[in-house]
Antibody, heavy 116, light 108 residues
Framework: QVQLQESGPGLVKSSETLSLTCSVSGGSISGYYWTWIRQSPGKGLEWIGYVSYRGITKYVPSLKSRVTISLDTSKNQFSLRMTSVTAADTAVYYC??????????WGQGTLVTVSS | SYVLTQPPSVSVAPGETATITCGGDNIGNRGVHWFQQKAGQAPVLVIYNDRARPSGIPVRFSGSNYGNTATLTISSVEVEDEADYYCEVWDMSSDLVVFGGGTKLTAL
């Protein structure tokens, strides 16, 4: 059974870069799409983007200029990098597998707080 | 961009049927997925492709999708079903994932 686990700093300073990694266990990262989704405190789910097993990426337009999602097949991991963060980027970040357009499974999520 | 509209909240008494809607332009032509998110937890898929149930999801969860409205129905609601529910589609025209705003289900 595939499991995903997010890791990375829980606190990032405003204007700096947020970097998170998702480790995939119980299955190969090859052959699927891998996504990041976030949820600001008390708010709904916001899709950030995906990276395919071939390295093709797609991002939500509102974040496209600041976000990079990449794949490391040798480590069975994928990553999120978001530049120039502000308080509005404070959220729980989830990594999720996308298979046949279905988002499952989800990681447990990691809270990232942007401090001034 | 494609927009999905959900009611902010739905309240039912335990044992009754809860209906949560998800409105979108011709949403009946798209595959709709539903997620349950309990407080402090990650979302869990409860319905995919309009009406299919993942293994482990109780049969009281069902879905339908026609015209401009997709519906998640929870029969004989239990207190443990209290959660936020989100609908989601893949917008093929833009190649983006779109979520509804979420509906908070309260079992009175």
């Amino acid at each position: 059974q595939v499991q995903l686990q997010e890791s990375g700093p829980g606190l990032v300073k405003s204007s700096e870069t947020l970097s998170l990694t998702c480790s995939v266990s119980g299955g190969s990262i090859s052959g699927y799409y891998w996504t990041w989704i976030r949820q600001s405190p008390g708010k709904g789910l916001e899709w950030i983007g995906y990276v395919s097993y071939r390295g093709i990426t797609k991002y939500v337009p509102s974040l496209k200029s600041r976000v990079t999602i990449s794949l490391d097949t040798s480590k069975n991991q994928f990553s999120l990098r978001m530049t120039s963060v502000t308080a509005a980027d404070t959220a729980v970040y989830y990594c999720v597998r996308l298979r046949d357009r279905i988002l499952e499974p989800w990681g447990q999520g990691t809270l990232v707080t942007v401090s001034s | 961009s494609y927009v999905l509209t959900q009611p902010p909240s739905v309240s039912v008494a335990p044992g009754e049927t809860a209906t949560i809607t998800c409105g979108g332009d011709n949403i009946g032509n798209r595959g709709v997925h539903w997620f349950q998110q309990k407080a402090g937890q990650a979302p869990v898929l409860v319905i995919y492709n309009d009406r299919a149930r993942p293994s482990g999801i109780p049969v009281r969860f069902s879905g339908s999708n026609y015209g401009n409205t997709a519906t998640l129905t929870i029969s004989s609601v239990e207190v443990e079903d209290e959660a936020d529910y989100y609908c989601e589609v893949w917008d093929m025209s833009s190649d983006l994932v779109v979520f509804g705003g979420g509906t908070k289900l309260t079992a009175l």
